[in-house]
T-cell receptor
């Protein structure tokens, strides 16, 4: 299993440009998440999905959009990039283990995005 | 205001020393997780603590969940350069969706 894979690893955008960060997992996990990590900070949740066709906002969703058409893929779309979106983006997945379960989240290696 | 306050923010020590990292909150949690993140990689789960007062050991790492389930600590005995990394505590939301809220992390550097 490759686990959670993310592309690209690095990207530089100009203000106002758009891009899609790709995330794929091969563990048949139903839950998937997008986080961003700013320097000196922990990770903050952008969006999450509990299954194909179902997505919801996290703590910091403004400026982003997601879709989940398959179990494996959970792309994150940035429209009209702004310098405030300069960050490292992590995708994660988790297997639903029932109410109250504490199953591990598996993280991808991240995408480092700079908006100039 | 951060839900989880980690301290210290930075820790630089020599190989062989002991250290403790703290994760504190005013809220009560049903569980708490510790992750370790190496440069250029995503976080990796170390442990989940669930019961108040619980102590879990992972080789030289000892994790404790506070009796009131509001805080946790990570103690490393005889630190090694391979322990270098960012240590993050995290708690899940009140649903089964597993959404995590992270502390800001402790950056640990162990010098040979």
């Amino acid at each position: 299993n490759a686990g959670v894979t993310q592309t690209p690893k690095f990207r530089i955008l100009k203000i106002g440009q758009s891009m899609t960060l790709q995330c794929t997992q091969d563990m048949n996990h139903n839950y998937m998440y997008w986080y961003r990590q700013d320097p000196g900070m922990g990770l903050k949740l952008i969006y999450y999905s509990v299954g194909a066709g179902i997505t919801d906002k996290g703590e910091v969703p403004n400026g982003y959009n997601v879709s989940r058409s398959t179990t494996e893929d959970f792309p994150l779309r940035l429209e009209l990039a702004a310098p405030s979106q300069t960050s490292v983006y992590f995708c994660a997945s988790r297997l639903y283990g029932g109410t109250g379960s504490y199953n591990e989240q598996f993280f991808g290696p991240g995408t480092r995005l700079t908006v100039l | 205001t951060q839900l989880l306050e980690q301290s210290p923010q930075f820790l630089s020590i020599q190989e062989g020393e002991n250290l403790t990292v703290y994760c504190n909150s005013s809220s009560v949690f049903s569980s708490l997780q510790w992750y370790r993140q190496e440069p250029g990689e995503g976080p990796v789960l170390l442990v989940t603590v669930v019961t108040g007062g619980e102590v879990k050991k992972l080789k030289r790492l000892t994790f404790q969940f506070g009796d009131a389930r509001k805080d946790s600590s990570l103690h490393i005995t005889a630190a090694q350069p391979g322990d270098t990394g960012l240590y993050l505590c995290a708690v899940a939301g009140g649903t089964s969706y597993g959404k995590l809220t992270f502390g800001q992390g402790t950056i640990l550097t162990v010098h040979p």
